[in-house]
């Protein structure tokens, strides 16, 4: 089996800065994709950012610029830098990884930014 587990989630004002973080744990080999999704309520859940396992990266237009992907193959995670955050990035973030062809999902860490 495979855990994800996510970190790094809370309160922030606009303008600041968090970092959320993802440990995969459990019978793993490999891990190809890995992502973080954002959902807040009555929407559907989307993809922030995705990085591939040769490096490659790609966001969603609205945190272009302001946040960043990276992953740590050795350590089996993913972080994402999220700078000069909005209010309109509140949401609950889901760390993803895809791990023998099957899609994992962490619990969920909530991120609030409010003055």
């Known amino acids: 089996q495979v855990q994800l587990v996510e970190s790094g989630g809370g309160l922030v004002q606009p303008g600041g800065s968090l970092r959320l973080s993802c440990a995969a744990s459990?019978?793993?080999?490999?891990?190809?994709?890995m992502g973080w999704h954002r959902q807040t309520p009555g929407k559907q859940r989307e993809l922030v950012a995705a990085?591939?396992?040769?490096?490659?990266?790609n966001y969603e237009d609205s945190v272009k610029g302001r946040f960043t992907i990276s992953r740590d193959n050795a350590k089996n995670t993913v972080s994402l830098q999220m700078n000069s955050l909005k209010p309109e990035d509140t949401a609950v973030y889901y760390c993803?990884?895809?791990?023998?062809?099957?899609?994992?999902w962490g619990q969920g860490t909530q991120v609030t930014v409010s003055s």
């Open positions: 459990g019978s793993i080999f490999s891990i190809n994709a």
């Open positions: 990085i591939t396992s040769d490096g490659r990266t």
């Open positions: 993803t990884m895809t791990i023998r062809g099957g899609d994992y």
